[in-house]
């Protein structure tokens, strides 16, 4: 169970760090701003919020591998806390964006699936 929370931890920490990438150093790009679905001007004057927002999400993926590494080098405590710390985060994250912008519900969905399933199965390794 527990090998299975850290994969999935990982998964969810892998798409953080690819929406850091597109948020802090892709932002104005023709790609991401399709991804997102702004406009150059939109892209232009939202460039600093994105860059800041992308280094939360690089962040809570760097809490998340701690998790993994604390967890799968013995300190099991320790690991859970991180991998909570940083899944539960992101998962929180993405029902904020679900709930504040519902028309987005495939990006909530991206962005919470895999920390949820982490969460989850974590919990139940704890609890048994």
Do not use: D
Not at 19 to 46: D, H, M, N, Y
Not at 102 to 126: C, D, E, H, S
């Amino acid at each position: 169970m527990l090998a299975a929370a850290l994969v999935f931890a990982g998964l969810a920490a892998l798409v953080h760090v690819y929406i850091f990438v597109l948020e802090s150093l892709r932002w104005t790009l023709p790609a991401t701003r399709k991804t997102f679905g702004t406009s150059v001007e939109q892209a232009a004057a939202t460039r600093e919020l994105a860059f800041n927002q992308g280094f939360y999400n690089l962040f809570l993926a760097i809490v998340a591998v701690a998790g993994i590494v604390a967890a799968t080098t013995g300190h099991h405590a320790v690991g859970a806390a991180l991998v909570l710390a940083g899944c539960g985060s992101m998962l929180a994250a993405g029902l904020v964006l679900l709930i504040s912008a519902p028309n987005k519900v495939r990006a909530a969905a991206v962005q919470l699936a895999f920390p949820l399933v982490a969460v989850v199965l974590l919990t139940v390794w704890l609890a048994i």
